[in-house]
């Protein structure tokens, strides 16, 4: 039985491989993937016996291993955060020229694999166009514990662009990220940027927190995440684990809200506490803290917070150092220009209430201690984006962008969207359609042209006709009028000549019939007379 159960995973696992390209299109210029946060394997090396194994993402012993291995302390003298186990380091293999790192996180999971994809639908659909694996096609994963500008991280980025360049016989290279990923290129772009420069042809960022995603890493901070949804959580790593990682991470303090930047409506900390007048009175207050009130109010909830590791008791609270660090990330962001060379794209979620403000307790349960909010669930006020990163703050890249365009999608969900596969499509010169609009998400097809010029006793007369085609997903417009019927327009314009001019009449005509199955049908007809004086 154990041997027909094993080779039933293993005929699974075969029947979901990555296809192999049916073609392969020579005239691509080469992709590299960038993950974000948790988006890459993550591998423990023991480094007296040289053994290792993948502890993220992985199900059987999951929360044991992720605390024995992953659980970490920063270092502010190199800015790297160390696993606790001083036995352990940790590495992300590079198979399949690194995209095995950042495909399915758990390639062991078979029932319900799809909450752990990352990049997979990507690759697959990348490979239908005519990407290879190793030729065009490249991934980078990284240990995303770490600081985006992390010298022995951006080591490794410039010389997986170096590596790439050469792999795919000197061509530039087009770089996809997703959510953080884009604020480690974004760094690199600025401290390295005549290497970016130099390898570099386009960046498109998916998601990307430029601004950072302050309701989401407030609650992360207090009060840890899962990163799945749904009942798949039940097998991962649980919320405090999690939040006994982030804490020490200086990725994570590095989403934090920017405080520079002008929101339209500033993200608060709220709290609805009891307080004393002057006469003794209770009321029922609700405090907002704006974004430099709130740090202080995250430092005094987590003041009291520990973690017990190999059987000792640890101080774990807000680390005042990691954010000192995370401070001068945001200084070197400011700074960052796109070279004239490179054309930089912006795709970003839209359509989803996306946490912006958190607050803790109620008027009828006030909080009366703040070393209680680790353990009170978070209520938010929301704004559109994505439901992780605000669309306020992924469209505020700062930076001299080609396109920007919104796409309804959730954060890591806006990976697997076919309108994001289109654009791609079109920004990656894979599709070979002119007529494509990624920025209206609209094609134009013209169906037919018409011309006809003569000239009839001193008559000039010119007569147009021309038809299109607009083809869209959008349908909320389905009959331009409430009866469904064309709508007609005309014009006619006159110039009556004198001595130095001719009589020009000219009338035209535009006629759009109502949208049926995303096309839309449109004619002009136009004729135009000049009376030769």
């Given at each position: 039985?154990?041997?027909?159960?094993?080779?039933?995973?293993?005929?699974?696992?075969?029947?979901?491989?990555?296809?192999?390209?049916?073609?392969?299109?020579?005239?691509?210029?080469?992709?590299?993937?960038?993950?974000?946060?948790?988006?890459?394997?993550?591998?423990?090396?023991?480094?007296?016996?040289?053994?290792?194994e993948r502890i993220w993402v992985r199900i059987i012993g999951a929360d044991y291993k992720f605390r024995t291995?992953?659980?970490?302390?920063?270092?502010?003298?190199?800015?790297?955060?160390?696993?606790?186990?001083?036995?352990?380091n940790i590495m992300v293999p590079e198979d399949r020229s690194g995209l095995y790192a950042i495909d399915v996180l758990d390639p062991d999971l078979i029932i319900g694999h799809e909450c752990v994809y990352y990049f997979h639908d990507m690759i697959i659909e990348m490979i239908k166009w005519g990407f290879q694996e190793g030729k065009t096609l490249f991934g980078f994963g990284y240990d995303f514990r770490q600081s985006n500008r992390l010298p022995e991280t951006l080591e490794r980025f410039a010389a997986k662009l170096e590596a790439v360049y050469h792999a795919s016989g000197g061509k530039k290279i087009n770089?996809?990220?997703?959510?953080?990923?884009?604020?480690?290129?974004?760094?690199?772009?600025?401290?390295?940027?005549?290497?970016?420069?130099?390898?570099?042809?386009?960046?498109?960022?998916?998601?990307?927190?430029?601004?950072?995603?302050?309701?989401?890493?407030?609650?992360?901070?207090?009060?840890?995440?899962?990163?799945?949804?749904?009942?798949?959580?039940?097998?991962?790593?649980?919320?405090?684990?999690?939040?006994?990682?982030?804490?020490?991470?200086?990725?994570?303090y590095e989403l934090m809200a920017c405080r520079?930047?002008?929101?339209?409506?500033?993200?608060?900390?709220?709290?609805?506490?009891?307080?004393?007048?002057?006469?003794?009175?209770?009321h029922i207050i609700?405090?907002?803290?704006?974004?430099?009130?709130?740090?202080?109010?995250?430092?005094?909830?987590?003041?009291s917070n520990t973690v017990n590791y190999d059987g000792k008791t640890m101080p774990l609270p807000l680390n005042m150092e990691i954010l000192k660090w995370a401070d001068e990330t945001r200084e070197i962001l400011s700074q960052a220009k796109v070279p004239s060379s490179v054309k930089f794209y912006n795709i970003y979620g839209i359509n989803l209430e996306t946490p912006h403000s958190v607050c803790y307790g109620s008027e009828d349960t006030p909080v009366t201690?703040?070393?209680?909010?680790?353990?009170?669930?978070?209520?938010?006020?929301?704004?559109?984006?994505?439901?992780?990163?605000p669309a306020e703050s992924a469209k505020a890249d700062g930076l001299n962008a080609e396109a920007r365009v919104g796409v309804p999608g959730e954060h890591r969900g806006i990976l697997c969207e076919h309108h994001v596969f289109r654009i791609l499509k079109h920004w990656l010169k894979a599709d070979h359609d002119p007529y494509y609009n990624p920025i209206n998400d609209y094609v134009i097809l013209p169906t037919a042209f018409e011309m006809e010029r003569h000239k009839e006793k001193g008559l000039q007369v010119t007569s147009l006709k021309e038809e299109w085609e607009i083809i869209s997903e959008d349908q909320s417009d389905s009959n331009i009028t409430a009866d469904g019927n064309p709508v007609v327009s005309s014009i006619s314009i006159s110039h009556p000549g004198d001595n130095q001019s001719?009589?020009?009449?000219a009338h035209a005509t535009v006629i759009v019939y109502p949208q049926n199955e995303g096309k839309q049908h449109v004619e002009l007809d136009a004729i135009s007379v000049c009376v030769d004086a």
């Open positions: 039985m154990a041997v027909l159960l094993e080779d039933i995973v293993l005929w699974l696992k075969l029947i979901r491989k990555t296809p192999q390209p049916s073609y392969v299109d020579p005239s691509l210029d080469p992709v590299l993937l960038v993950p974000g946060i948790a988006g890459s394997i993550l591998k423990a090396v023991d480094t007296e016996n040289g053994k290792n291995k992953l659980w970490s302390r920063f270092d502010p003298s190199t800015g790297k955060t160390v696993s606790m186990d001083q036995n352990t770089i996809i990220s997703h959510s953080m990923g884009g604020i480690l290129v974004k760094c690199f772009m600025c401290l390295h940027s005549d290497i970016f420069e130099k390898y570099v042809k386009n960046w498109i960022a998916i998601a990307a927190p430029f601004q950072g995603a302050p309701g989401y890493i407030t609650s992360t901070l207090l009060n840890g995440m899962s990163f799945v949804d749904g009942w798949e959580q039940n097998f991962f790593i649980s919320k405090w684990s999690m939040h006994q990682l982030l804490i020490e991470c200086p990725s994570v520079k930047f002008r929101w339209q409506h500033i993200p608060l900390l709220e709290i609805w506490r009891e307080k004393q007048d002057d006469d003794g009175n209770s609700l405090e907002s803290c704006p974004q430099e009130e709130s740090r202080n109010i995250i430092k005094e909830a987590l003041s201690d703040l070393e209680q909010l680790p353990f009170i669930q978070p209520k938010y006020v929301c704004v559109d984006g994505d439901g992780t990163v001719l009589r020009v009449e």
